[in-house]
Every structure is written in C-alpha cells, then in structure tokens.
C-alpha cells in the first residue's frame, strides 16, 4: 500500500505551495528514486488542470560531466536549459539524491566555471521569481542516502521528513497557515528594524536592514518551510560570524567556516576543513564575496542538523546567511552565480534591533 503521506505532499505541493492552474506549464524534477512521489505530482498536476514536463535527474551524470567535460563544455549554457527557465510557469524540484557527494573529489575550478556559466540561469530565475512570472518549490523525498547522511534509519528519517512538512497530520494546509500567522509576527517586528546586530559564539556581526523588504517562507517556496529572510543593504555588513554546522555547496563540506567582513565584502575567510575550496567558490565573481540573505528558522518540528540545506536552514532557533545571489523582491541587490547558505545555531545566542533585544536563545521576544 502506497504511503498516504507521499499523496499529501504531492496534494500540499500543488494545491497550497505553487497553486497549479488551469493551463500553466508545469515542469517536475527530481531523481530516479522519488519516483512514487513523481507519479502523484503528475497526476495532482493533471487533476487541477496543468501540463506536467518530467525531467529525471541522476547524480552519476554530474560525476561523469565533471570527469569527461572540457572547458569549452564547463563554460556552455544550453539554449534548451535556458528556454525552459524562461517559459515554464511553474517549477516543482524535488531533492531525492542517490548519493550525496558525487562531486566530492571535483577540482574546484572546475565547479567554479561550470557555476559561473550558469549565472545567466540565477538572473533569469531571480527576475522571473520576483515578477511573479515563475513559482516554484522545492520539496524532498526521503532516500536511504539522505537518511544515511544525517545520521538516522531510512523509517526514522522518512518520520522526520514528512513530520517537517506537516504531512503526518490529516490537514497539512490548516497547520502551514497557522505557521504562516505566526511567521507574520515575526516579519512585522523586523520590518520596523534599520540596524541588526547578531551576537553568539565567536559571532560579533553587524548589518543595515533598513528599507529592504522581509519575507515569510511559510510553504510556497520551500517545503518544509518556516523562515523569514531578507537581504541586508549590501556595503553595510560588519564584523565576524563563525557559522556552526558545515557549509555544504553543490556536495562539497566545509567546516567550521569563518568569516570577517569589512564594508560588506568577505576580506578574510577560513574553514576547520576544506578552506581551499571555501576560497576558491568565493572567487566565483565579485557578489559571491557579499551577503545576498539574511534568515531566521522557524520550523520548529525541525530540531537537528542533516546535512541538507532544505531542512537546516528552517532549524528553530538558529539563523543562515547567504553568500551570493539576493532575491530580487526582498530589495538585495547582489548579483552572483551562486546562492550559498551558511547555518548559525542561535539557541545561545542574541539580535539586537536598533540597539534593542529582539531575539533570545533562538525564539523573538513577542508579546502575545
């Protein structure tokens, strides 16, 4: 018998997170593994009228890209690739890895100009995302490899999964609105904010928010969802912020990163491991060295790291910062061909907001 939680996900995915209607083109992407969950999107898709466009991805095909590809490869952008980030209406990814470091052993400057080649992508992305062109989600389906990654049994992991996304409750979309109102609180407190400090472990960092827009991600983008993000004015961000958990781009880790800024540029960089690779993704082009997002997690049924950005970022109680690429709505204004999210476990920590305390041991001081 077919998991009932898998249905309402799918049902979640299309009803409540990118509301497919009648006649959008609709594109589903995900690997070979997810595919009981493929099967129930195309058919919710089909259901409420969209045009579902499958494309099956497989993580050995990047190992094989990577190993076999010159540079004038590295450096192409299909038009094919490119067409369909420009036409599509809605865009439902989901992250079913295989295996969750196929590019492990990959020589950075290859990973830096395949990225940098794909930089015209993140823009039209961005553009298409804040017009309100595109929606899009990106949601997960539970793999031995992903359970084995964050340290749990395939059962446990496949709990914790569903139970982030709310769909181990008979109305998944009653509860996401009720985190939604929460959210909304959250996002009125800091929209009233010009100067951030962020104060922790090793962390002194200060940031100008003032005027750019605050964002709750209660659903549509992400799922599971539950943070609030903006974009810090780009030359204000200073001081130091040694992020907790690994940073993990594209497959690569990096651990116990460190960063001081000066001016809102990266001026010094290091990492317990992998510092090399640290310095050579910030070497992708001039806004990977800037903040693009600053973020809050909310979610609070998340409680543990797993290695997979979808559910850190969301952690009750901690923080993420973005390296690179902002999202245009929220008013950032850097540009870069990467989008890279750092976790700050905040549970010991405090944010100031115009010299007040807003922010305590990882939950906002809100008076009922």
């Known amino acids: ?30 690997g070979v593994e997810a595919l009981p969950l493929i099967r129930e999107l195309y058919k919710h898709v089909l259901i409420r009228g969209g045009n579902p466009f499958v494309v099956i991805v497989d993580d050995a095909l990047d190992e094989i890209f990577y190993r076999y590809a010159g540079e004038k490869q590295l450096k192409h952008l299909s038009p094919i690739e490119k067409f369909v980030q420009e036409k599509v209406d809605v865009m439902i990814s989901i992250l079913s890895r295989s295996h969750t470091k196929p590019l492990v052993n990959v020589d950075p400057e290859k990973l830096r100009l395949r990225q940098a080649s794909r930089r015209e992508l993140t823009e039209i992305f961005m553009r298409r995302h804040a017009s309100g062109e595109l929606r899009w989600v990106v949601s997960i389906y539970p793999t031995n490899a992903l359970a084995q990654e964050a340290g749990m049994g395939p059962i446990e ?88 958990y690994p940073a993990i781009w594209r497959g690569i880790e990096v651990e116990g990163v460190k960063l001081k800024f000066s001016r809102g540029e990266v001026v010094e960089a290091h990492a317990e491991k992998g510092e090399e690779k640290l310095k050579h993704i910030l070497r992708t082009d001039d806004g990977a060295k800037r903040l693009g997002e600053i973020a809050f997690g909310l979610n609070y049924r998340i409680d543990r790291h797993t290695r997979q950005i979808l559910f850190d970022e969301k952690i009750g109680g901690t923080m993420h910062m973005a390296l690179g690429a902002a999202y245009p709505d929220t008013g950032g204004l850097n540009k870069s061909a990467i989008h890279w999210d750092m976790i700050l476990d905040m549970r010991e920590g405090r944010v100031y907001g115009d010299g007040d305390l807003i922010y305590e041991n990882g939950r906002f001081k809100i008076k009922s």
């Not at 979640?12 to 589903?28: A, K, P």
């Not at 996304?165 to 009720?178: A, I, L």
């Not at 959250?186 to 605050?214: A, H, Q, Y």
């Open 1 to 30: 018998m077919a998991d009932p939680r898998v249905s309402r996900l799918a049902e979640l995915l299309t009803s409540y997170s990118v509301e497919v209607r009648d006649g959008d083109e609709v594109l589903i992407r995900a």
């Open 157 to 244: 992991y496949e709990d914790f999964a569903y139970k982030a996304c709310m769909v181990d409750v008979e109305d998944p979309v009653k509860e996401w609105r009720r985190q939604a109102e929460e959210q909304k609180k959250v996002v009125e407190v800091l929209s009233k904010i010009d100067e951030l400090r962020i104060v922790s472990n090793d962390t002194n960092l200060f940031m100008k928010v003032g005027g750019r827009k605050w964002i709750s991600d209660d659903g549509h983008n992400n799922m599971p969802a539950g943070e609030v993000f903006s974009a810090p004015i780009e030359d204000s961000v200073e001081g130091t912020v040694k992020f907790t």
